[in-house]
């Protein structure tokens, strides 16, 4: 399917995310990958959305990206996970720091191919202040991979794999098919919440990877620590979007409960006979609609200020640069910290709303904030509330890496 211009893009994904929400509780219920579901994505023309313009993508920027995972995460929030996780590989962590012809070529097999980027990055048991476990070992034409990865996000969903592990003392990423030899990928996800992902165990025994599919390092400071760098603000402005979407989603699945199934409750001194006129719903699905309806603008306003400071690399001065990046990281943490709160409290409170038969498990109601849950745990929200105050009370700007 061609898709020709990001209108068309952002269109095509409120359709999907329309068809993948009537199959979503159904996915979660069974703690089922949504298979069907990816394929239809991945066969969508929207696999080169984020990918720039020079090499042939739509070039969608960070505010688009934004709004493309909100959209998603209302149908099925793994789902936009995944898409995430395939945007911010392909878009912004390769053109940020990946040589020309690694760039050119896993782009190329996107666009040519309909190739969809799942990771291999975090362990459960490696010491985080040493590294990964996962080795990078040098052999004739490349390396071989070897090692043992978890929290694989969109791994079953992946034409091509990037790994991140140590070769020697540094960090390198490789990118490998998925069905290179040596590598399985086990369907073994099972969480409490976003369990489509299909995050579960990959494992590498002696996988090769040629060297123009390696990255050696990706840890060096200069780009790490460049004020020119925003993969940090990107990224969580990204999974910002996950907690708007599903709480958006949450919404509008407890709406449609209450005007059909919820019964009036008779209070005394009141009179109504639908629970649509109930005045405690109403006030409540109000107050519930007003707060997401705030961390959503602020969502934007933030992937804005990401937007401003990306337009202005090609030209600004080092301070003018760190100030924006700077701004930026602050206005996405203020908006993360925001939407934790609220998609947390939305996803709950719809519950009193609906009702006591609303927490029976057929109707999966607590899917919503299952999800949310899960995902707000993969960065802790007080390291984001500091670094404000700091800000604020300091005038310290963030200091610029790969994930802040």
Not at 201 to 209: H, R
């Amino acid at each position: 399917m061609s898709i020709n211009n990001i209108d068309e893009a952002l269109q095509r994904i409120s359709e999907l995310a329309d068809k993948f929400s009537g199959t979503y509780p159904d996915r979660d219920r069974n703690n089922e990958y949504p298979r069907q579901e990816m394929d239809e994505l991945k066969q969508s023309g929207l696999l080169g959305f984020s990918i720039p313009p020079g090499y042939g993508g739509l070039g969608a920027n960070c505010t688009e990206i934004t709004e493309a995972i909100i959209t998603l995460s209302q149908g099925n929030p793994s789902i936009g996970q995944m898409f995430l996780v395939h945007c911010l590989l392909g878009a912004s962590f390769l053109d940020e720091l990946a040589p020309e012809p690694l760039k050119k070529k896993v782009f190329e097999d996107i666009l040519t191919n309909n190739v969809f980027l799942g990771n291999a990055a975090s362990e459960k048991t490696n010491d985080p202040k040493k590294g990964y476990d996962l080795s990078f070992t040098p052999v004739d034409g490349g390396y071989e991979i070897s090692g043992k990865k978890f929290f694989s996000t969109g791994s079953l969903a992946g034409d091509k794999i990037a790994v991140i592990g140590m070769l020697d003392k540094t960090m390198a990423l490789g990118i490998v098919p998925s069905d290179a030899p040596g590598l399985e990928i086990r369907d073994d996800w099972d969480a409490m919440g976003q369990r489509g992902t299909g995050s579960g165990t990959t494992i590498f025994d002696k996988v090769f990877a040629p060297s123009d599919m390696v990255m050696a390092s990706i840890t060096d400071a200069s780009r790490q620590m460049a004020v020119t760098n925003l993969l940090g603000p990107i990224t969580q402005i990204g999974f910002t979007g996950i907690f708007i979407g599903a709480a958006t989603g949450a919404m509008a699945a407890a709406t449609q409960y209450i005007r059909e199934t919820t019964r009036a409750y008779p209070w005394p001194g009141l009179d109504f006979d639908k629970a649509v006129d109930d005045p405690y719903i109403l006030v409540q699905m109000g107050d519930l609609s007003a707060r997401l309806a705030a961390a959503e603008a602020l969502t934007y306003a933030a992937a804005r200020k990401v937007d401003v400071a990306l337009e202005a690399r090609a030209t600004a001065s080092a301070d003018e640069m760190a100030q924006l990046r700077g701004e930026a990281s602050v206005a996405v943490s203020q908006a993360k910290i925001v939407a934790t709160e609220t998609g947390l409290k939305v996803c709950q409170d719809i519950l009193v709303s609906c009702g006591a038969r609303s927490a029976l498990r057929e109707q999966n109601l607590d899917r919503f904030w299952r999800d949310i849950r899960t995902l707000t745990l993969h960065d802790p929200i007080s390291f984001r509330v500091r670094s404000v105050g700091e800000y604020v009370l300091q005038g310290k700007l963030p200091t610029p890496a790969l994930r802040y």
